[in-house]
């Protein structure tokens, strides 16, 4: 499916389950709808399964907004309990879309107590108290963090997923590689059609240097790699170092949520020379979640940092605003210079990056999609250094490969009603669902 497709579907009130590969386009996509609605004056949340999908999008986790929290099960006085409290009744009221990002990390039981919270606040006879959903993700990419033996059920098995009606939107152009051997190893791991030649290709690139004035960055699987790394390699240079601090306003608990969910580190200490990651979208000054540079200087009055990037080109890194909107305000927003030590990252914080070049570690790979989503930041092949590899960074889910099967077939039912439909039927369906939402 067309971007411009989903986007047509979404404005006609249909919940959806938008998803497709990595870099296919589904944040912008959510984003062009975002606006849509922000323009038409309806109210619409926006939240993630974690902290750090929410703060990409100036959202807030699925878990605080609906005020579950993370506990696995929810009686019915705990339900009464959250929707007496006012904060949480007027937010659930409200609001007319909901919307989820990352929704692979999601537990299915925690879908079940979202739409339990909302029909008890709202309707209870409608799938999420009559809200549009909109679910996003890949449930090829990182599964649920889980503390149990038993294997996590992802959300499409779920009672949720099964009453809400889905429409499935599944995008398939990929936007970020434009390198065929690149995405053949992505489309191989995705229909585990891994074989002897995409094996090759991989290894081709093991233990290979990368031409970069930067120095690429590292993606290992382990957090304690990368911690150890970025300080040591801060330690070593020997210059002056510059602190800054976050800055937070409003609303205490929402900008709590947001210093946890920002990449960007509360204090972040910078010496000339050290290796950084823009972690916000600013494509007006250059940069994207992702992009990796150096810094050479500091400005004379400011002090903010001047970096280099791989473009030859030199970004002063000016702070930057991480904000959640409620009915239209403001409610908290944090600041910072948006960027963080860029010499190693896991592969939880790099999933929704986009690096020109990287070093990945697979050796360490413990879970499905662990190596999918490390491959998949890259453009090209050309950009890829493999440290090191083993046999799990080709496995993703069988029962994710059978799934998928059906949310292509699904996809394109939806998307064969919607050709079908007239522009002046579309056009009165999209306005209609408009007007309901403003009553």
């Excluded at 809200?131 to 009672?159: M, N, R, T």
């Excluded at 950084?276 to 200087?297: P, R, S």
């Excluded at 697979?362 to 999918?372: A, I, P, R, V």
């Amino acid at each position: 499916m067309t971007q411009e497709t989903a986007l047509h579907i979404l404005k006609l009130g249909y919940n959806v389950y938008l998803t497709g590969p990595a870099g296919s386009g589904k944040t912008w996509l959510l984003n062009e709808y975002i606006k849509y609605l922000k323009d038409k004056e309806v109210s619409v949340a926006v939240t993630a399964s974690t902290g750090i999908a929410a703060t990409h999008m100036n959202g807030i986790t699925i878990h605080s907004w609906v005020g579950m929290g993370i506990k696995d099960k929810l009686t019915d006085s705990e339900i009464k309990a959250i929707i007496r409290k006012s904060k949480y009744r007027k937010r659930l009221n409200k609001t007319k879309v909901l919307l989820i990002d990352e929704i692979s990390m999601l537990h299915a039981h925690q879908l079940d107590n979202v739409d339990r919270i909302l029909r008890a606040a709202r309707e209870p006879f409608m799938p999420f108290g009559g809200l549009q959903v909109i679910l996003c993700g890949d449930f090829f990419q990182l599964p649920p963090v889980s503390k149990k033996i038993e294997k996590a059920k992802l959300v499409y098995e779920s009672q949720a997923w099964q009453n809400m009606n889905i429409n499935i939107c599944y995008l398939e152009e990929v936007k970020r590689q434009t390198d065929n051997r690149m995405i053949k190893v992505l489309n191989d791991i995705r229909n585990q059609t891994v074989d002897n030649d995409t094996a090759r290709i991989v290894l081709e690139r093991e233990n290979q240097g990368l031409e970069s004035e930067i120095e690429p960055t590292r993606i290992f699987t382990h957090n304690r790699d990368v911690d150890a790394i970025n300080q040591s390699e801060l330690n070593k240079i020997k210059e002056k170092a510059f602190g800054y601090n976050m800055a937070n306003y409003g609303d205490k608990f929402v900008s709590k949520i947001l210093r946890e969910g920002c990449l960007a580190p509360e204090k972040l200490v910078l010496k000339k020379g050290a290796v950084v990651m823009f972690v916000k979208n600013n494509f007006d000054k250059g940069y994207v979640n992702g992009t990796v540079g150096k810094v050479v200087g500091f400005d004379s009055e400011t002090k903010f940092p001047i970096i280099k990037i791989s473009s030859g080109e030199n970004i002063l890194a000016e702070p930057e605003q991480w904000q959640y909107e409620e009915n239209g305000v403001i409610a908290a927003y944090i600041r910072q210079i948006p960027l963080r030590l860029a010499w190693a990252i896991t592969v939880h914080k790099s999933q929704g990056m986009t690096l020109e070049s990287a070093e990945v570690d697979l050796s360490g790979c413990f879970e499905f999609g662990m190596g999918y989503v490390a491959l998949s930041r890259v453009k090209s092949l050309t950009g890829l250094n493999v440290l090191g590899i083993n046999e799990m960074a080709f496995e993703v889910s069988p029962e994710v490969v059978s799934l998928d099967g059906e949310l292509l077939e699904l996809s394109l039912e939806v998307e064969r009603e919607i050709v079908e439909m007239n522009l002046a039927e579309r056009f009165i369906k999209q306005k209609k669902f408009l007007r309901m939402l403003k009553k």
